[in-house]
Antibody, heavy 119, light 108 residues
Framework: QVQLVQSGAEVKKPGASVKVSCKASGYTFTRYALHWVRQAPGQRPEWMGWINAGNGNTQYSQNFQGRVTITRDTSATTADLTLSSLRSDDTAVYYC????????????WGRGTLVTVSS | EIVLTQSPGTLSLSPGERATLSCRASQSVRISYFAWYQQKPGQAPRLLIYGTSNRATGIPDRFSGSGSGTDFTLTISRLEPEDFAVYYCQQYDRSPLTFGQGTKVETK
């Protein structure tokens, strides 16, 4: 079954970091890109960055000012998002989503991971 | 950054009616780099249309997309009960990828 399975909900304090994991199955992991998209309550989705699962190249949205790191493990077929220096407005559902390496629309999504930032 | 503005914010229609959703971009977007998604409460977005007019796998033909330049449209020819949801447009022509603010299609 083609799917992306994400790690569970997290609660973090301001200033901390969070790591969210995404495990891919049912397709050839290295042929696609994995993107991270977040969505705050009642807001539009916001793209954070992506990784080419084949060669490991990454690109990040400048809107996160260096706070985002995306890595992948080809043997485990996982991609991880790390977001540092958390603030309350980072509270959101974080999704991993599969994309083609050349066309960045998302044909497969994880169910999302709720990250709550609260003191 | 390309800003996408969707209209209307809410569309109140009855099953069987036609829905026309608009998305306007702040800069021109190549037609191969535009998509539409559907999202229901508590779920991830689902890809409907990519490359402006190509239906994703398993999407019924009552969904169609069109447009060019800065103006794009998603049409649902006859609304089914399962189509009442929020719809987002997305451009992937230039980084950062961006989404519209959404159009909610609700039951009249």
């Amino acid at each position: 079954q083609v799917q992306l399975v994400q790690s569970g909900a997290e609660v973090k304090k301001p200033g901390a970091s969070v790591k969210v994991s995404c495990k891919a199955s049912g397709y050839t992991f290295t042929r696609y890109a994995l993107h991270w998209v977040r969505q705050a309550p009642g807001q539009r989705p916001e793209w954070m960055g992506w990784i080419n699962a084949g060669n490991g190249n990454t690109q990040y949205s400048q809107n996160f000012q260096g706070r985002v790191t995306i890595t992948r493990d080809t043997s485990a077929t996982t991609a991880d998002l790390t977001l540092s220096s958390l603030r309350s407005d980072d509270t959101a559902v974080y999704y991993c989503a599969r994309g083609d390496n050349n066309r960045w629309y998302f044909d497969l999504w994880g169910r999302g991971t709720l990250v709550t930032v609260s003191s | 950054e390309i800003v996408l503005t969707q209209s209307p914010g809410t569309l109140s229609l009855s099953p069987g009616e036609r829905a026309t959703l608009s998305c306007r971009a702040s800069q021109s977007v190549r037609i191969s780099y535009f998509a539409w998604y559907q999202q229901k409460p508590g779920q991830a977005p689902r890809l409907l249309i990519y490359g402006t007019s190509n239906r994703a796998t398993g999407i019924p033909d009552r969904f169609s997309g069109s447009g060019s330049g800065t103006d794009f449209t998603l049409t649902i020819s006859r609304l089914e009960p399962e189509d009442f949801a929020v719809y987002y447009c997305q451009q992937y022509d230039r980084s950062p990828l961006t989404f519209g603010q959404g159009t909610k299609v609700e039951t009249k």
